[in-house]
């Protein structure tokens, strides 16, 4: 049985070219393609390809922020970037595993890179897809799966996480989603615009208006154009306090 | 641009002006008046000092400066050495002679005094010494601040996005086996833009930089596909000055900024008007775009580097008689400038 491979790549003529090369290589078949991040993660869900060939820069969703989401998928496909020309975001991902290739690509180092990448296991693929701390490629979106259906969540627009068993509601201005990202991660990528105030809930830095106390005694944070009731743990009080002075 | 023809012997300021023969003067009386200043002991002998010493290195000055201006209409350009020996000579030539005069006609005991001429003669020179290198240092100066502006200019010199030229290799690539026509014509498009880009002129015609743009439109249409670029071209072909020179690369990079920010983080694309008018004095560009979906990376949202770099060079060939602005509503995004008519 062949290899799936997956082409993304938001100009036509360079998913034409690459489609043209693997035709070349013996074992490997596309089987779908893209235009961009968002198009990518429903086709990996439809056609579970093995490999995905991924365009850096794209619209709605660009190549780095798809990774990511691929990356919490159960059974993640490889991933091999394409990229015009040396992109620092790239920087961010592991560079042991399969890397990138910069295009236009050559016949002999796409098979290079497709060999690398069919003998990677689960583990290995999930490697290559992590990003080292510190260096982790901005993340602009939520990405939130719904019966087949991909919803993309401006960051700006998400005013608080929750966490409940076992998935995260996300609230937003337009209304809330279930993601299964957990709070760790969400925590990791976002910390420069939401803060811990519960060990179940992040909430956006900006949307905080202040402190109040409830009937119960408790202390609550109060937000901005909505009026939803979230509490902060005594643990994480003198934080949020500190925050909310500090502004 | 050249500040050298406007020197006096190569590295003095231009002495022969109104203006500059005035500061001379004053320079001069300054310096009679310290020289007046360490000798009086009373104020009547300040008042006598001052005349003394104001006539004897005025005429020095003037008589000197006059020379040198007439020596240099022959003798433009000598080496930093002679044009010192020159300038000593001189003023040590015209000291002599007010000493002399000083000597013989103005003292009240006429005689000739040794000492008085060696003194006249080494407070001169030092004198000179030091307004020479004052002038020596200001002009090393300003030649190292003109390199300094020319330089700026050419790390202004708009240079192409290197993902432009690796995307369109990539086009080409694949069109070699699809359409081998279109891909030389996609060729010659490319060799034509690296042309234009690598062109050290300071002026082209504006054909030649409509000629590129349209070039590096039609790479993009192909990059992108027709679905994505649409262009509107919104000028009226009998009446623009097309042999107007300008500024090279001023009208392509907006152009590609446009693209760049505007068109490609959409998903369906849109479309990019390029408009220009003849406005008698100035002639008006305009490049238009949608506005990129919120999300676009900041790097899609651009920073506004190639403005800035857009409004310096502007600034640096035109002066103020051109501009450039930033028009940005809810769906539109518009950089538009004017230069004149040169």
């Known amino acids: ?247 | 641009m050249s500040m050298s023809n406007t020197k006096t012997l190569g590295y003095l300021p231009n002495l022969c002006v109104p203006a500059l023969l005035l500061r001379t003067l004053m320079v001069a009386e300054l310096f009679a008046f310290v020289l007046a200043l360490s000798v009086a002991r009373h104020f009547q002998d300040f008042l006598g000092a001052l005349g003394l010493h104001s006539m004897f290195i005025l005429w020095v000055a003037l008589a000197s400066v006059l020379s040198l201006c007439m020596i240099n209409r022959f003798y433009r350009a000598p080496s930093v050495r002679v044009a010192t020996l020159i300038v000593i000579s001189v003023v040590l030539v015209f000291t002599l002679i007010a000493a002399f005069i000083t000597m013989m006609l103005i003292r009240p005991v006429p005689g000739f005094d040794v000492l008085f001429l060696i003194r006249s003669l080494i407070i001169s020179s030092v004198i000179t010494l030091a307004i020479l290198r004052y002038f020596y240092v200001q002009s090393q100066w300003e030649i190292a601040a003109e390199a300094d502006s020319s330089a700026k200019y050419e790390a202004l010199q708009s240079r192409m996005r290197p993902h432009f030229l690796f995307n369109s290799l990539n086009t080409v690539a694949h069109l070699v086996h699809k359409d081998p026509d279109v891909a030389e014509e996609a060729i010659l498009d490319l060799a034509d833009i690296m042309r234009t880009t690598l062109d050290r002129r300071t002026r082209i015609t504006l054909k030649e930089e409509l000629d590129l743009t349209i070039r590096y439109l039609r790479m993009e249409g192909l990059r992108l596909g027709k679905r994505r670029l649409t262009v509107n071209w919104d000028m009226d072909r009998n009446s623009l000055p097309f042999d107007m020179p300008i500024l090279p690369l001023i009208l392509q990079p907006l152009v590609e900024n446009a693209i760049y920010h505007g068109i490609q983080p959409r998903k369906d694309g849109g479309t990019l008007t390029v408009s220009l008018y003849d406005a008698g004095e100035h002639l008006v560009v305009s490049v238009t775009n949608p506005l990129p979906p919120d999300t676009a990376s900041a790097h899609q949202k651009g920073n506004h580097i190639a403005q800035e770099n857009m409004r310096s060079r502007l600034k640096l060939a035109y002066g103020d008689r051109a501009n450039l602005k930033i028009q940005k509503t809810a769906q539109q995004y518009r950089v538009s400038f004017y230069i004149p008519k040169e």
């Open chain 1, 1 to 247: 049985m062949s290899i799936k491979i997956l082409v993304v790549d938001d100009e036509e003529f360079a998913r034409e070219r690459v489609k043209g090369l693997i035709a070349r290589c013996a074992d490997y078949e596309v089987c779908a393609e893209a235009e961009n991040g968002a198009e990518a993660i429903k086709m990996v869900e439809r056609h579970q390809p093995d490999i995905v060939l991924m365009d850096i820069s794209m619209p709605v969703l660009d190549g780095l922020e798809s990774a990511r989401e691929l990356s919490f998928m159960d059974n993640p496909p490889a991933v091999i970037f394409t990229t015009a020309y040396g992109e620092y975001a790239l920087e961010a991902f592991s560079t042991k595993a399969t890397g990138y290739l910069m295009k236009p690509i050559r016949q002999e180092q796409l098979l290079q890179s497709l060999e690398q990448a069919r003998s990677l296991n689960r583990l290995q693929r999930l490697e290559m897809l992590e990003q080292k701390n510190g260096k982790r490629s901005s993340r602009k979106h939520i990405c939130a799966r719904m019966r087949g259906n991909l919803e993309l969540i401006p960051i700006e627009d998400v005013v608080y996480f929750q966490a409940d068993q076992k998935y995260v509601t996300v609230r937003h201005n337009g209304g809330e989603v279930i993601i299964e990202e957990s709070l760790k991660s969400l925590e990791t990528d976002l910390a420069d615009r939401f803060i811990r105030i519960h060990r179940n809930a992040l909430v956006a830095k900006n949307r905080i208006t202040g402190l109040t106390k409830s009937d119960m005694g408790r202390t609550q944070v109060t937000l901005d154009r909505i009026n939803d009731q979230l509490e902060v743990s005594r643990r994480h009080l003198a934080e949020v306090r500190r925050f909310v002075r500090g502004r």
